[in-house]
């Protein structure tokens, strides 16, 4: 078996850290798999890269280009992969892509024929996202998650242990009804529940190949790309005393990260904030939107002298106001730590450019 499935889903709905719960899951009860994170930043480690690094799966990244546009690479690298003896790839595209069904699954099916077998089209919700979509109040994002949603064969309403009995059969009533001809799964990656029938419909089930419409040029979906801007930088710090609390820096760098967004009229719908000391012990932050509290994703289990930290971001922000903003607050907060840096890399750029 050769499996290979992309996962879609808005910024944060929660891809990585299902595909990493899901490929440690499927190598422990059905066979080898492997995980590959897509974004655009150049020349960069990407954070969600590195986490899945850090938290033991077997993983690697396509940067600079989404996987729509680089099949070559990614026919390459699922070789590798499947050589290696892996049953299930998967990979995310950015989560504001939209088109992978056409692109990936129609193109690699056309161009590469025999490379491996295409899992059902898997596509993300989050139970804060569907509502605002329910609502209507989603604005120009609600473009991209319908667009999403209406490519999938497969739909997860992610982080699903955050409902009730009844809003999950609310929310999954009303995307059977929206979405007939997806199929359905409540996922947690944090409980655990719904990963096995997620194994099994990735196993077993087939890629639809539908060909939705999606029109590139509406309005809302070139307004809602068009405002959106990606930060990548990667440094070290180093740490001038023993009882240096990682959680408590990340949170409020992701803190003043959101107060001077919020404060310049702008919206942050994802910034990862992962640091690593040594020995693998890591911290992650995600800042998820400028009215949701700062979730930790991850602890560090002790103090530490010596980090890595990795900074990725998208926000609805001009480029170089946000790269003046996110400059600030981490040059203020290290300095409140009396952290000295050291810049590896930094890309930035807007999506409209
Ligand atoms: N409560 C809960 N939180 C989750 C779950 N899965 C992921 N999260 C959290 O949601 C946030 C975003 O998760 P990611 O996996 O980074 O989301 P993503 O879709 O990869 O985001 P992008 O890479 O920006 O597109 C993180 O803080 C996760 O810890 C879950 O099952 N339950
Ligand atoms: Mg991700």
Known sequence: MKKFSVFSGF???????LMMALTQYHTARYGKAAMISNDLGEGVTLADHKLAQLGGCNTSQITDECICFCRDVLTERLAARFAEG??????????FGVGAQEHVYHGLAEAYPGACELAPFTVLVEPRNLALLRGGQAGDMGFILDAQLREA???????????????REEALSWLAGRYPWAERLPVSAKSGEGLDALCRALREGQASM???EIDYDADDLQNAMGSLSEYYLQ??????????DGDAYLTELAEAIRRAVREAGGEVPHCKLLAWGSEGDYGKADLLGTDRPIELAHRFTRPCTDLGVLLNASAV???ETLNRLVGEAVAAVSERYRLELTVFKKDHFGLGE
């Open 11 to 17: 910024l944060g709905s929660g891809k990585t850290t």
């Open 317 to 319: 922000c001009p480029d």
């Open 210 to 212: 539908r060909r939705p």
């Open 86 to 95: 892996c049953e299930l790839v998967v990979s995310d595209i950015p989560g």
């Open 235 to 244: 440094y070290r710090a180093l740490v001038c005393c023993d009882d240096f």
């Open 153 to 167: 064969d497969l739909i997860v309403l992610s982080k699903c242990e955050l409902l009730d009995a009844r809003e």
